[in-house]
């Protein structure tokens, strides 16, 4: 048996072990925290994580913008540079980056818009 062969069958088994564990892990971990909980006389019910809306939206804008751009990148490489010889990684490391802080910026305005309309009291 080849190298490559022994890290295949190293990898299918480290892999789903490693997920396990990881998941065993947190789940473990958020009853461990519960239970300490319970103990102090808390109600875990009563603490449990609000939802972040801003850092869904700037995760979607983020996503949104880097597949705008691998798109805009992908159409400039078969369109407009298609008769260069040369590989045009850079267009699209560029494009995703220009386009997902576009998203990035994006939700900070609509993020301090809102801030704006709650410090007014609307």
């Not at 072990?17 to 947190?26: D, N, P, Q, R």
């Not at 801003?54 to 705008?68: E, N, Q, R, V, W």
Request: glycine share 12%; aromatic share 12%.
């Amino acid at each position: 048996m080849d190298r490559t062969a022994e890290l295949g069958v190293l990898a299918g088994i480290l892999v789903p072990t490693a997920m396990f564990a990881l998941i065993f892990g947190i789940v473990y971990l958020s009853k461990r925290e519960r239970m300490a909980m319970i103990e102090r006389g808390m109600d875990p019910r009563r603490y449990k994580q609000k939802s972040a809306p801003y850092d869904t939206l700037k995760g979607g804008l983020l996503f949104i913008g880097a597949g705008l751009g691998l798109f805009l990148a992908y159409l400039l490489d078969h369109t407009v540079f298609r008769n260069v010889d040369e590989d045009n990684v850079a267009i699209y490391f560029a494009l995703i980056a220009i386009f997902g802080g576009g998203g990035l910026f994006l939700s900070y305005l609509i993020e301090k818009k809102d801030g704006d309309k709650e410090d007014k009291g609307e």
